[in-house]
Each structure stands twice: as C-alpha cells, then as structure tokens.
C-alpha cells in the first residue's frame, strides 16, 4: 500500500522561486521597509499587535511611547497605567503584565533594556535568545529581526502568509504556523539576502490582503492561478 507524502506537492525550492518571481512582478522589489524601530521597539510592536488591527495597534504603541519617556519607564510603572495606555489593542489586561515580564527579563538577562546586541549574533541565535522570552514565537523573532533596524536575513510568516503558502501547496496546513516559519525560511535560496527575503514575506502576505482573501479568494485575478492546485481545483467546480 503506498504510503502518503508528509510533504506538500510544491514544498520545493524551484516552486517558491516562481511564485517570488511572479509576486514580485505584481508587487514590485526592494520594498520600503514598513517599520524603522530599533529591536526592543520592535519587540513591543510585536507584542501589541498580537491579533489586533494593524491601526488599533499602531495607536496602542503611539499612546506607549507618549506616555512612558523609556521602556525603563514602562517597567518601572503601574501595570494599570500600561494596560490604559495600550486599551485600543485586544486584551491589555493581558498584554501590559507580559509586556513588564518580558522588559523584565530581558533586564536581567542583559543589565539594560536594549536589543541591539543581536545583530552581532548570527540570526539562528539571535532567534533562539528572542524565543526564551515570554510570549515570543517564530513569527515575533522573526518579525523582530527583520522589520527593526537590524533588518536582518528572518522570514515573519503571518496568517495571510501561511493561508497562501497552504493554497498553494508549499506546506500542508497541519504543520501549523510556529513550524512553517522554518520550512518555509528554509525553501528560500541561500543566495536571498535580507531585503529579497524581507520581499518575499510581504508578497504572500499583500496577496493575502488583496486576493487571495480567506473567504472567496479572487482565484480568476490571481497570477499564481496556472499552478495553484486551489485555483486549479476552484475551477472544476
Ligand atoms: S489561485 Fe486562488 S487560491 Fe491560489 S493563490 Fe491565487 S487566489 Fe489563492
């Protein structure tokens, strides 16, 4: 009896390529980095935006920093007067004491409050040291070290990122988000530098957003649609 592939039909390299390439065509290259945060900062973001709107969010993080001169002010604060201040993202009653945590500990696992550090490791380290923290997955490392000033070579795969990569059968949907971010970091060629790889995560992700939507993707507007086996088959029906 034949036994089923544990991989995916398209979890190849030559496959990711096409679709960067195709994106690439749609979206452009060399995107502005959306972000121009140092590490910590970044990290902060991260954690805000955790299921949140990208715009309640961003208002979150404008209150912080407009309230607290420091991330040693916010440590040093009531968690009262954190979770008031970041009240437009989900859940601040549970975001500002994990947010004193994780300020806390990386206090005493470095004496400062300040990331800058891990651009001296190699990104897999600096991955590792991010993910002891509290409430940090593969996706808030990854963002952390690409999207802050750092830019370094980490490839974020969000939940638009992860919808199209199952769609189009670059993972199986079972491995779940935390894993995908390495197979899918993995599938890009060594020869991606941090911007290409950086290009690459807001490709799927933009075509997430704009048509590859979770409910009724635009299937017949997609450049992907010829080798998609999600489209392929959305067109049988
Ligand atoms: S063809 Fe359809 S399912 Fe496939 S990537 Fe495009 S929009 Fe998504």
Known sequence: ????????????????????????????????YFH????????????????TKNSQSAQAYHNLVAQFPSWQAVL????????AAISPCTWPEQKAPRLKQVLQEIHTRTGA?????LGELPVAAAREWL??????????????????????RALPVDSHHFRVAVRL??????????????????????AFSAQDVYDHHQFL???????????????RNCVLLDICPTGQLALLK
């Open 113 to 117: 409050l300040s990331l800058e550090f």
């Open 1 to 32: 009896m034949p036994v089923a592939s544990a991989l995916a039909p398209n979890q190849n390299t030559a496959f990711v390529l096409q679709v960067h390439y195709r994106l690439a065509a749609v979206y452009g290259s060399g995107l502005t």
């Open 76 to 83: 040093e604060a009531p968690v009262a007067a954190v979770e």
């Open 205 to 219: 992700m933009r075509h997430g957003q704009k048509i590859c939507h979770w409910r009724s993707p635009e299937c």
């Open 169 to 190: 059968g670059i993972i199986l949907e079972k491995i779940g988000e935390g894993k995908a971010n390495r197979v899918l970091e993995q599938l890009l060629p060594d």
């Open 36 to 51: 121009n945060l140092d590490p910590l900062s970044e990290l902060v973001s991260s954690l805000l935006s955790h299921r």
């Open 131 to 152: 993910e002891q923290l509290p409430g940090v997955g593969p996706k808030t490392s990854a963002a952390v070290l690409s999207f802050s000033t750092l830019r370094a």
